[in-house]
């Protein structure tokens, strides 16, 4: 089933996952997924995606070009706990104006340290996060899947979000059947924003000709950010997504379930994990990680 590249929309802005401890109904396989992105009905930005799962992590990886509205190339590497379904690491690195940005991100229960490389030097942190916080990189449509993974759908949500005391923890707290908020940093900003994640039923979702079923879920970031998003039912990859009142739509292009046994496809694992060891390397010996990038804000 052919479908295009994903989109970013304007700036530095990627690095998601969801971190409750309900439901993960995300099927255990490997995909390749492009977006496109359009504004006013141009397009202004493709992201290719990868999602590898194994024993002990899935780790989604992403390559962004942005056309507009300035020149911008973008890879990231998120890396998830296949046990906790926590984020563990976010890897960032962006070609602005010539110029090159790296941002380092290391996750746990309730921080995360980042480590900072951009044109005015480097910058490491740590931020306190609350409990059962998420993440999300603005913009990283893949990531989508993660963000709304605590979600049940509606029939199901009084006895798959509430825990045995009839309550949630606080950050993913239920706000009726089907719905819950929470909070979510933003990782290149080092931001936390209040979201709510409701469930608005089974829709037909149309793409360039082609009807498809799918979920509807609404996003509402503290009222600065709306977007409807249509997923599929059952790995909950993004299908459509749109924020009117940025005349914004992205579409998937293209979903290509990865073969185990072609051996292009072992080709692209290794790599990934090439990737993430460098990665884990690089951090033992600073002992650090980093987020930053170009700050922008949320939605933009």
């Known amino acids: 089933m052919k479908q295009s590249k994903p989109v970013c929309l304007a700036a530095l802005i990627m690095a998601a996952a969801v971190v409750l401890t309900a439901a993960w109904p995300v099927a255990a396989a490997d995909y390749v997924v492009e977006y496109e992105m359009s504004l006013n009905d141009v397009v202004v930005s493709i992201e290719r995606s990868m999602i590898v799962n194994d024993d002990q992590r899935i ?17 990231s590497m998120l890396i998830l706990n296949n046990f906790t379904r926590r984020p563990e690491t976010y890897y960032l690195e962006a070609d602005v104006r010539g110029a090159t940005q790296k941002l380092d991100v290391t996750f746990t229960a309730t921080q995360c340290q980042y480590r900072a490389e951009h044109a005015s030097g480097v ?6 996060l609350p409990e059962n916080y998420l993440v999300w990189e603005n913009n990283v449509w893949i990531q989508l899947m993660y963000l709304v993974s605590g979600l049940e759908w ?25 719905a819950f908020k929470a909070q979510v940093l933003i990782p290149t900003t080092m931001s936390l924003l209040s979201v709510t994640i409701e469930d608005r039923g089974s829709e037909k ?16 970031f503290g009222g600065t950010l709306i977007m409807d998003a249509w997923l599929d039912p059952e790995t909950r990859i993004p ?27 072992e080709d692209l694992e290794v790599e990934e994990d090439l990737e993430a060891d460098e990665g884990a390397a690089t951090e033992t010996v600073e002992e650090e990680t980093g987020a930053a990038g170009e700050e922008t804000e949320a939605g933009e």
């Open 154 to 178: 509606e029939q199901e949500a009084v006895a798959g979000v509430a825990g045995a005391s009839g309550t949630v923890a606080a950050a993913a707290a239920p706000v009726a059947p089907g």
């Open 59 to 75: 780790i989604i990886s992403s390559e962004t070009e942005m056309i507009a509205p300035q020149p911008l190339k973008m890879r």
């Open 205 to 220: 979702a149309a793409i360039e000709g082609t009807t498809l079923q799918a979920r509807r879920v609404a996003l509402n």
């Open 123 to 128: 910058q490491n942190g740590t931020i306190n």
């Open 239 to 265: 299908i459509k997504i749109s924020i009117p009142a940025q005349k914004m739509l992205v579409v998937r292009k293209n979903l290509t379930l990865i073969d185990p046994s072609d051996p292009a496809a």
